[in-house]
């Protein structure tokens, strides 16, 4: 008995020692995504909170723990609400959004929702992950405005023509009558 006794404490220590070794892997791969994490409970509670997210969004984790997602990241109530549905669907649910940054700076987020479920299988919050797309969807806006300024340079151009060229007859008109005068 005391054999046995003996190798279940090991068995227990080695076991002890995968799970926090797994848990500090997860933690260190969480950390390591470019891209921002956050996970709430089925009321939208912010429950974690990654790196990525804290330099996006310049809030900090300690600060934003236990508070709602709206509260940090805006009303986004038009892409999303936390509801039943939403933590049964299967395909998870993408969307672009206007935020601010903890010091007011507006960015644009692209964000993706999937439903978190639990150990026994069932969903008990969100996860979301979330990337920066602020200067991407600046330069889009520079390359819509250039456009527009182009098109109205080929149609001024065009107006330009359909001026000169009465303006031309016209012109000749008053040579050949001053000539002749």
Known sequence: IAERLQLSHLALTQA?????????FNERIIESIHSGL????????????????EEITQHKANQ??????????????????FSPELLNTSKPIRFTASCLSAFGRQMYLGITASPLSGEDGKPN????????LTEIIKLEQEIRRRDRLA?????????AHEIRNPLAAMRGSIQVLRSEL
């Not at 098109?151 to 107006?159: D, E, L, Y």
């Open 38 to 53: 956050v996970t709430t409970d089925i009321n939208g509670n912010i429950l974690s909170f990654n790196r990525a997210a």
């Open 16 to 24: 002890t020692q995968n799970l926090a070794n797994l848990q500090a």
């Open 151 to 159: 098109a109205m340079g080929k149609m001024a151009a065009g107006i």
């Open 125 to 132: 919050g969100l996860v979301f992950s979330f990337q920066d």
């Open 64 to 81: 934003v723990i236990k508070r709602t997602f709206f509260d940090v990241f805006g009303d986004l109530s038009n892409y999303l609400t």
